[in-house]
Nanobody, 125 residues
Framework: QVQLVESGGGLVQAGGSLTLSCVAS????????MAWFRQVPGKEREFVAA????????FNAQSLNVRFTMSGDNAKNTMTLHMNGLKLEDTAVYYC??????????????????WGQGTQVTVSS
């Protein structure tokens, strides 16, 4: 069983930066495809970025937004989401998700069986 714990959410002013972390236990992140989604009340969960291990401490990351980048650290079994130039519309609960590493990255939340509890990101004007 894989457990995921997010941290790093909080309140930030528009234009600022924030880094979210997701620590995995139960399996090495190099054996997982990991992703970030976000959700606001009344809307569906939205894909943000995904990352897949490519050997050593190298990861291939996919992001829908150039302001958001992902990285992974095998030694800490942690992956992070770096968010820059935050906008009001980035306000949401951000969730870390994972699926088996022998699969490809996916933008569909239904493809990820493992989820963290979520961390709130609030961007203020």
């Amino acid at each position: 069983q894989v457990q995921l714990v997010e941290s790093g959410g909080g309140l930030v002013q528009a234009g600022g930066s924030l880094t979210l972390s997701c620590v995995a236990s139960g399996r090495r992140i190099s054996a997982l495809v990991m992703a970030w989604f976000r959700q606001v009340p009344g809307k569906e969960r939205e894909f943000v970025a995904a990352i897949r291990w490519s050997g050593g401490n190298r990861f291939n990351a996919q992001s829908l937004n150039v302001r958001f980048t992902m990285s992974g650290d095998n030694a800490k079994n942690t992956m992070t989401l770096h968010m820059n130039g935050l906008k009001l519309e980035d306000t949401a609960v951000y969730y870390c998700a994972a699926r088996d590493g022998d699969s490809s990255t996916s933008q569909l939340p239904t493809q990820y069986p493992y989820w963290g509890q979520g961390t709130q990101v609030t961007v203020s004007s």
